[in-house]
């Protein structure tokens, strides 16, 4: 009996270790929500339970002194303080224990920084209206984001750093201004890779597609040496891979769950900043339940 005793007792503490080690290497799931109105609402994602980040996509148009304008697609009018409404959804996701994030730039926008002082007058704005700053405008009202997303693909490469630095003094002002980028897989990033040099980046979601040299293609290969050279030249706290969520969520570079599970994230997951993985979007998430079907491996 005792031996029985001792066999059970050493399978349900193995069970155990086994469990907290899965867990230890457990993964997160980032998406990008914002640019399509038949998405759900921002409450609505977050209460799906398969987001541990929510990047609010996007701040298109700033820098170089030009007012800057938030663009969530069918969502919410900002010219008519229509996205205020937003703040208690952003309220509702945080005490979910989700992370929401302002994603500045995107494909396709009027941004970039003229000077380190441009980069300053940025950061002001950010903090006083999306962070813990205060002003009469703020665009999504008085919730205060976690942080903001760097989605630069395009002005130029200057003056990143130099807004990374400014933003991340303001965690010096009381609640953590949490710093993401989404670079592309060629390294290094031409946007930028200059402020990823910073190493004051937490999240940075690197984007492995519609980029056929570092991508996944059948062959892990690509993919592979890409992520090992993100993860050993970029002073980041956490790695993800970025995906499209759909086919048609980008021109090239989804990977089938099947691939994803029994391929990809085995040949990812032992290295030491591996975050989890990013996806865009949640319109196209919607739209095959990627999300639900890759959560558990993540």
């Given amino acids: 009996m005792a031996g029985k005793l001792a066999i059970l007792q050493a399978l349900f ?4 270790i086994l469990a907290l080690l899965t867990r230890i ?11 399509n109105g038949n998405e759900g609402t921002l409450e609505e ?9 929510v990047n609010i996509a996007f701040l298109p148009t700033f820098g170089n002194g030009q007012t800057p304008v938030i663009n969530l697609a069918g969502h919410c ?16 996701c945080q005490a979910k224990g989700v992370k929401v994030l302002l994603s500045i730039g995107g494909g396709a926008g009027s941004y970039y920084l ?14 006083n209206n999306f962070l813990g700053g205060s002003s009469s405008s703020r665009p999504l009202g008085d919730a205060v984001l976690d942080g903001i997303d760097f ?4 002005g130029t490469n200057q003056h990143w750093d130099d807004l990374a630095r400014y933003l991340s003094g303001y965690s010096k002002k009381g609640k953590k201004v949490y710093l993401a980028a989404a670079p592309q897989c060629p390294f290094p990033d031409a946007w930028v890779g200059g402020a990823l040099k910073t190493g004051l980046f937490d999240y940075v979601w690197v984007q492995f597609y519609n980029n056929p040299p570092c991508q996944y293609s059948g062959d892990m290969s690509n993919l592979e040496n890409a992520w090992t050279q993100w993860n050993s030249d970029i002073a980041a706290t956490k790695i993800f891979l970025g995906l499209p969520a759909a ?11 099947a691939d ?5 994230l085995p040949a990812i997951k032992g290295s030491s900043k591996y975050g989890g993985v990013m996806l865009w979007s949640k319109y196209y998430d919607d739209q095959t339940g990627y999300s639900k079907s890759i959560k558990s491996h993540v």
């Fill in 13 to 16: 503490l193995s069970s155990v």
């Fill in 25 to 35: 290497n457990a993964g997160d799931i980032a998406i990008y929500w914002g640019q």
């Fill in 45 to 53: 994602t977050c209460a799906t339970g398969d987001y541990a980040f």
């Fill in 77 to 92: 009018d900002p010219y008519t303080n229509g996205c205020t409404s937003l703040s208690s959804d952003i309220k509702s």
């Fill in 114 to 127: 003229t000077s380190s002082e441009d980069a300053r007058q940025v950061a002001t704005y950010l903090w």
């Fill in 151 to 154: 989605d630069i693909e395009g």
């Fill in 247 to 257: 086919p048609a969520a980008a021109g090239s570079g989804f990977i089938p769950v």
């Fill in 260 to 264: 994803l599970t029994s391929k990809v």
